[in-house]
């Protein structure tokens, strides 16, 4: 009920492609889908975050896809540069519940130029 | 505007010590959660604390422990130390426990 599955593990792509990262969650009660970027040595940082009353939300080149009848969600990098490269989690929770984030298990994006 | 702060940056402690890590949270924040990231996963929700009081707790023993002072600095306490604590600790920030979270940057404890 609580999980969050996060796919692929890793992912390659070429700088300038579109790098594109899924989750699915379990729990039907989240309301609240953030994606964090994560370098090594660093905590997570916020990216782009979405509620289940729209189907997409964009900011720059990060676009998150919301499909809450199969309950999955995903983040789009547009234009993928080398600097994007760095740890992708994304996360739920219940607002009822603020706070307590669920995260997936984190995909790891390398960039090649 | 400082962000969250974690001290220290890396500990080193042996099994059945008992550690204390420190945070503090973004200006203007009044909820600090703690999470547990163990190599190559994802942060585990440990507890979140608001009004100096624990709100929520994750599925964490009662080795874990925490406090939160009337300037919303917060502590996490480990007691008996195991191998499997070794994990990089991450606190995070927010305003009255709605989300966005901020994180800080973490203490990487090690045990050996």
């Known amino acids: 009920q609580q999980q969050v599955k996060q796919s692929p593990q890793s992912l390659i792509v070429q700088k300038g492609g579109i790098s594109i990262i899924n989750c699915a969650y379990e729990?039907?009660?989240?309301?609240?889908f953030p994606w964090y970027q994560q370098f090594p040595g660093k905590g997570p940082a916020l990216l782009i975050a979405?509620?289940?009353?729209?189907s997409e939300k964009k900011e720059g080149r990060f676009t998150i896809s919301f499909n809450k009848s199969a309950k999955q969600f995903s983040l789009h990098i547009m234009d993928s540069q080398p600097g994007d490269s760095a740890t992708y989690f994304c996360?739920?929770?219940?607002?009822?519940?603020?706070?307590?984030?669920?995260f997936g298990q984190g995909t790891e994006l390398s960039v090649k130029p | 505007d400082a962000g969250v702060t974690q001290s220290p940056t890396h500990l080193i402690k042996t099994r059945g010590q008992q550690v204390t890590l420190r945070c503090s949270p973004k200006?203007?924040?009044?909820?600090v959660s703690w999470y547990q990231q163990a190599l190559g996963q994802g942060p585990q929700f440990i507890f979140q604390?608001?009004?100096?009081?624990?709100?929520q707790r994750g599925n964490f023993p009662d080795r874990f422990s925490g406090h939160q002072f009337p300037n919303y600095s917060s502590e996490l306490n480990v007691n008996a130390l195991l191998l499997g604590d070794s994990a990089l600790y991450l606190c995070?920030?927010?305003?009255?426990?709605?989300?966005?979270?901020?994180f800080g940057d973490g203490t990487r404890l090690s045990i050996l």
């Open positions: 996360a739920a929770s219940r607002e009822r519940e603020g706070g307590k984030l669920i």
């Open positions: 979405i509620r289940p009353d729209v």
């Open positions: 995070a920030s927010s305003f009255g426990s709605r989300e966005p979270q901020h």
């Open positions: 604390y608001y009004e100096e009081e624990e709100r």
């Open positions: 729990n039907t009660a989240f309301d609240y």
């Open positions: 200006s203007g924040h009044d909820t």
